[in-house]
T-cell receptor, first 113, second 115 residues
């Protein structure tokens, strides 16, 4: 059962422009959401998170938006840089301990110079 | 450098065999979780160990088992290997039980191929 979905397997943007990565979930019990970034031959790296009591969390160039009614979240990267090229995973958890996170299948972002 | 080391990086096994994958966490990281990532999919939670005790398990059969040792290392054991067990196995560790604000530190994974 795919409770977390990333429907776009790939995204290509120009350097300096905005990258928007989307994620949908089906389980209304999820209260915490995370984004991980993965480079080839490396493990995923934690990027940013948000809890369901918020609708926005910002960290430098990265902002995550949460729309609970639509069960949708998005990651905005502004401005995009070539070093941002990686696979981005959305993950969701029912508790703050982030045990048993459910991951999406990932979106490969390519930022062109 | 992530601080989480997994060995081996690649492994080929025959169906029906048993395999042990190893993970060495950062000093002080007493929580470790194991994930299976099949090709084209996101990581799927197998189980978590906290202070050497199992602290949660995903939808995996009992032939997937684990151990965590006092020196912050851990093992994932898989018995009676099946072709569908071919995947990247990721180890993730954290200081105490991780909160959403911190996330996990993942290793680079072990690529297991079952033939």
């Amino acid at each position: 059962d795919q409770q977390v979905k990333q429907n776009s397997p790939s995204l290509s943007v120009q350097e300096g422009r905005i990258s928007i990565l989307n994620c949908d979930y089906t389980n209304s019990m999820f209260d915490y959401f995370l984004w991980y970034k993965k480079y080839p031959a490396e493990g995923p790296t934690f990027l940013i998170s948000i809890s369901s009591i918020k609708d926005k969390n910002e960290d430098g160039r990265f902002t995550v938006f949460l729309n609970k009614s639509a069960k949708h979240l998005s990651l905005h990267i502004v401005p995009s840089q070539p070093g941002d090229s990686a696979v981005y995973f959305c993950a969701a958890s029912g508790d703050e301990s982030s045990n048993d996170m459910r991951f999406g299948a990932g979106t490969r972002l390519t930022v062109k110079p | 450098e992530t601080g989480v080391t997994q060995s081996p990086t690649h492994l080929i096994k025959t169906r029906g065999q048993q395999v042990t994958l190893r993970c060495s966490s950062q000093s002080g990281h007493n929580t470790v979780s194991w994930y299976q990532q099949a090709l084209g999919q996101g990581p799927q939670f197998i189980f978590q160990y906290y202070r050497e005790e199992e602290n949660g398990r995903g939808n995996f059969p009992p032939r997937f088992s684990g151990l965590q040792f006092p020196n912050y290392s851990s093992e994932l054991n898989v018995n009676a290997l099946e072709l569908d067990d071919s995947a990247l196995y990721l180890c993730a560790s954290s200081l105490e039980v991780p909160t959403v604000a911190r996330g996990y530190t993942f290793g680079s994974g072990t690529r297991l191929t079952v033939v």
